[in-house]
């Protein structure tokens, strides 16, 4: 009985501390978005440069992360070689700086409702690109669930009420660098045996980041920042802005190291929701019925895409358990052949 009851409060508490971790993460990633909209938004804060947001992000983050790795050693550095720097972190920080460029770019002209509902389109993109580099497999199912998802997207822009097309086209160029670098983290570390937490990616990417954005924005950011009057650093905007995006690095690694990569994707659904429902009510942003109906086909679509990622990962374990059992009956049976 005491036993039972011990377990009982065990799987209670971890149950309990999952939901935490969901929530965490769902109120800092909503705080952040809602924070650079307010701050890239003309009509808001009015401070229009992506670029130099996203540097100051990244520097900041940057700087903490070096802290927590060499300084407090709150993290373990991964030792990496200059080949694998090289060919790999750079490449990923240099697709990394576009997607956090143009993405934040997005908030300028369209609205947070309308981007969150453009963002469903990440699986379709993974999954596209994922075949092209053969790290997934063509799938008439899959596909058909990918088309499922576009189309409630597509009916989702047809509805939208202030729609712009510029904001679209950078918001859907920066999804598709955005999954180009999952896929490559795939390609280029995890075949190398190399996985990199929040904390030990910003350490190593941020600054490749920062080098990457540096070179749009000496041309397109810092001759309009010299003669802007809003130039100047409001140390408090940015400062807790910069903080926020750090402390959804923290709450990626803490909601992905005690659940997984499959719980923030479907906790990601509940936030883009949120998301919705808090630009229509507080921000006032219209949201049409039509986009609703749109975004709910999309949301299926994901939703089904998830379901089957579980089902495939629960598979994949249940596989790797049966042949672990075999492994251990024919290590026993060769055992007492032996006596």
């Not at 199912?141 to 997207?153: D, P, W």
């Not at 045996?193 to 920062?210: M, R, W």
């Not at 080098?211 to 749009?216: K, T």
Request: glycine share 6%; proline share 3%; net charge positive.
């Amino acid at each position: 009985m005491g036993k039972g009851a011990a377990l009982s409060n065990g799987v209670v508490k971890k149950i309990i501390l999952s939901y935490t971790y969901v929530a965490l993460w769902i109120f800092i990633s909503f705080t952040v978005i809602v924070y650079n909209k307010y701050i890239l938004d003309r009509k808001l804060y009015g401070w229009p440069f992506p670029i130099s947001l996203t540097m100051i992000q990244m520097t900041f983050c940057s700087s903490l992360a070096f802290l927590l790795v060499r300084v407090f050693k709150v993290v373990e550095p991964v030792s990496l070689s200059w080949n694998v720097y090289l060919t790999c972190i750079l490449p990923i920080g240099a697709l990394y700086s576009v997607s956090l460029w143009l993405s934040n770019s997005a908030y300028i002209y369209l609205s947070v409702s309308f981007i969150q509902m453009l963002k469903a389109l990440m699986p379709v993109a993974v999954y596209t690109i994922g075949i092209l580099f053969k790290k997934d497999t063509f799938n008439y199912s899959t596909m058909g669930n990918m088309l499922a998802i576009s189309v409630g997207v597509a009916i989702a822009a047809y509805g939208e009420a202030k729609y712009d097309s510029w904001g679209v086209f950078l918001l859907l160029v920066g999804v598709l660098f955005e999954a180009t670098r999952l896929v490559m983290i795939q390609i280029l570390l995890t075949s190398k045996g190399i996985f990199l937490n929040p904390i030990t990616f910003l350490y190593y990417v941020a600054p490749s980041c920062l080098v990457f954005l540096s070179i749009p924005w000496i041309f397109l950011e810092l001759p309009i920042l010299r003669q802007s009057s809003r130039s100047q650093f409001d140390f408090a905007i940015f400062g807790t802005n910069s903080l926020c995006a750090f402390a959804l690095n923290l709450a990626v690694f803490l909601l992905v190291g005690k659940t997984s990569v499959l719980t923030m994707n479907v906790a990601g659904v509940v936030k883009d929701w949120l998301l919705i429902a808090f630009s229509w009510s507080v921000i006032k942003d219209t949201v049409t019925p039509v986009n609703l109906i749109g975004y709910g086909l999309a949301f299926l679509g994901v939703a089904y895409y998830n379901h089957n990622k579980l089902q495939a990962k629960k598979s994949q374990q249940a596989d790797e358990e049966a042949r672990r059992l075999l492994l251990e009956r024919d290590s026993n049976g060769s055992s007492d052949s032996q006596a």
